[in-house]
Each structure stands twice: as C-alpha cells, then as structure tokens.
C-alpha cells in the first residue's frame, strides 16, 4: 500500500520548525554555563543605556564575578566605544571568542561590520535571524552574570533577543523628561507582558538642565523598585568607564548593582518556567 504524498508546504513548515529547534537548542548549549542574565532596555534610544549596562558589568568584574557584556542593539552598536575595545574576538571553528576588557568578556553587533559608519538597513526577518546567528556563535564560557545590551523600542529586535536569550530580569533606564519617562513605562509594560521582571528603575542624565525625580516617579506608579539615579558629569565624556577613575560614579554604580542583584536573587528564588512567552 503506497503512502500518500505529504504537501509540500507541510514540509517546508515542519522543515522550518525543525531548523528552529534546532537553532534554540544549539543557543540553549552556549547559555548554559551562565548563572544570571540582566537586560539592560529602555522603550527609546539616546538615554544612556549602553553607558549603564557597560558600566555596571564593569562593577561587577571588579567585585570578583565572572562577566559577560552582549551589544544586541542592531542598528547602533556602541558597547566597544564605550569600554575601548579595539579587538574584535576571534574565530575558532565557526564560534566566536569574545575578547576581554576591565574583567569584562564583550560580544557585540559591530563585530560583522565592515565598516562602522555604515548604516544596517535590515527587515525583520533579517534581523531575527542576524540576533539568532549572533547568540548562537558566541562562546561565553562559565559566566556569574551576562549583561545584555537591549535594542531600544518594544517590537521586532528587542522581542528577539528578549525570547532567545530569556533574561531573569531587566533594569530599565530613562532620563528626567516626561517623553523618555513614558517610553521606559512602555518597555516596562512589555516586560511584563512576556512575564519576565523588572529588577528596577535607573535614572539617567539626572540633573542639571534636565531635572530629576522621572525615576522615582516611574517606580512608583509601576509599583518597581527604583534603583538609584546617576548625575550627568563631564567624566561621561571620557573614552575610560567612568567607575573605573571616578569614585562618586563608582559610588552611585555600586548602589545600583546592590539593588539589581538583590532583586535579582529575590527573582530566581520565585521564578516560573512560563518566562519569555507572551503572555494572553
């Protein structure tokens, strides 16, 4: 008795979902040695959350922990300026090791790019795919954190990356004004729609010119806990990470870290397998 023909666009679909599978298992393997992962996100470029999560990391290798940075943003990777990184890794048989700066294992975007100037103007798939190579051919090693680096906005890119790498929890970053305020409020809001936690609220930029108190007034009305504010200084302007030669950043860095991994252990200690799925 013959067996009848299966249709090809059922093939080519179970095609698709075994190549899926097998591209978040092969991801799974590299993630698997590390303890904790913290998406360091905001809802708009521009307020400073490559700074943050840099730095940070920074913190952490100096305390004694084994560190991973990954620059996930797409479009403007900028995590090797912000350390100094000058090395771009190297290849051995297909995976990618990350080169080391302040105790700090750093995989970024800029990495598969010839040119730094040039502008990446991809389409979703395109950068679902391009994120998915990218965790995939990175080898971390046995790591306590990996800090992650998120693109800015709540759709496409950010979704990636949050689904891949499944972080145990995020710090948001926004600065004084009202618009950057609303949009951490809307990162935030996606956050918890993926059921994943909100280890708290950074403020950025805060001072000066442009005020402060958005941060404090985000965690309140998002009932999240508000993890310190950081004051605009000249030192930011520096090609060095600012906790590296200024002890008042470092000071206000320190508080940070403290509230992030407390929130952090807190988290895990609750923790449910449904992370990382939209929820209904």
Not at 131 to 138: G, K, L, P, T, V
Not at 215 to 227: N, R, T
Not at 269 to 276: D, N
């Amino acid at each position: 008795m013959t067996q009848p023909k299966m249709d090809p666009h059922q093939t080519a679909r179970l095609e698709t979902m075994k190549r899926q599978w097998e591209q978040k298992r092969r991801v799974s393997q590299r993630l698997s040695k590390i303890k904790c992962k913290i998406g360091v996100y905001s809802g708009k470029g521009g307020v400073g959350k490559t700074t943050v999560a840099a730095n940070m990391a920074v913190v952490m290798a100096q305390r004694g922990a084994s560190v991973g940075l990954l620059d996930a943003d797409v479009d403007c990777p900028n995590v090797l300026g912000v350390l100094g990184v000058m090395d771009g890794g190297r290849m051995e048989q297909g995976v990618l090791i990350p080169p080391e700066k302040y105790g700090v294992k750093v995989v970024s975007m800029s990495f598969f790019q010839k040119n730094e100037e040039e502008a990446i103007i991809w389409r979703g798939p395109m950068i679902h795919q391009a994120i998915n190579d990218f965790i995939e051919r990175a080898e971390w090693g046995d790591l306590d954190y990996l800090i992650v680096d998120l693109p800015p906005g709540t759709s496409d890119a950010p979704l990636t990356v949050m689904q891949m790498i499944q972080p145990d929890g995020f710090v948001v970053v926004t600065t004084p004004q009202v618009l950057a305020k609303l949009d951490a409020k809307r990162s935030i809001n996606m956050i918890t729609r993926l059921n994943t936690r909100v280890l708290g609220v950074v403020e950025n930029m805060s001072g000066q010119v442009f005020g402060q108190g958005a941060g404090e007034d985000l965690s309140m009305e998002m009932g999240i806990p508000f993890l310190g504010r950081l004051m605009l200084r000249p030192e930011y302007r520096s090609t060095v990470p600012p906790v590296v030669e200024n002890s008042e950043i470092r000071q206000e860095y320190d508080h940070i870290v403290d509230g992030a991994v407390s929130q952090l252990e807190q988290n895990m200690a609750t923790a449910t397998p449904s992370k990382g799925q939209i929820a209904e």
